[in-house]
Nanobody
Framework: QVQLVESGGGLVQPGGSLRLSCAASGDTLSITGMGWYRQTPGEQRELVARNTSNIIIYADSVKGRFSISRNSTKNTVYLQMNNLKPEDTAVYYC????????????????WGQGTQVIVSS
């Protein structure tokens, strides 16, 4: 079992920056990948960035502005968001994928509670 807690959201002006944090607890050794997703009302949840097996993928809309990183000691993943735009406004969710330590090696997904990001002047 893995628990994810996001923090760092808030209100920021266009062009500003925010740093989101996601603290993982529980069986963190089972985590094979972590990432960030976001969702706005009436829209499907979309991938922002992910790190799976040390392969990092960014959505085209955030490439060059956002960066994902991890502090293994603290079991925390970060999303540094620079040059924020109004269209970045959304609830941001931390996501983790895990695999069991023993056969049948079940795969599971976990989500944080979400943190609101509002980009507005």
């Amino acid at each position: 079992q893995v628990q994810l807690v996001e923090s760092g959201g808030g209100l920021v002006q266009p062009g500003g920056s925010l740093r989101l944090s996601c603290a993982a607890s529980g069986d963190t050794l089972s985590i094979t990948g972590m990432g960030w997703y976001r969702q706005t009302p009436g829209e499907q949840r979309e991938l922002v960035a992910r790190n799976t097996s040390n392969i990092i993928i960014y959505a085209d809309s955030v490439k060059g502005r956002f960066s994902i990183s991890r502090n293994s000691t603290k079991n925390t993943v970060y999303l540094q968001m620079n040059n924020l735009k109004p269209e970045d406004t959304a609830v941001y969710y931390c996501h983790a994928h895990t695999v069991g330590h023993f056969p049948p090696l079940f795969h599971s997904e976990y989500w944080g509670q979400g943190t609101q990001v509002i980009v507005s002047s």
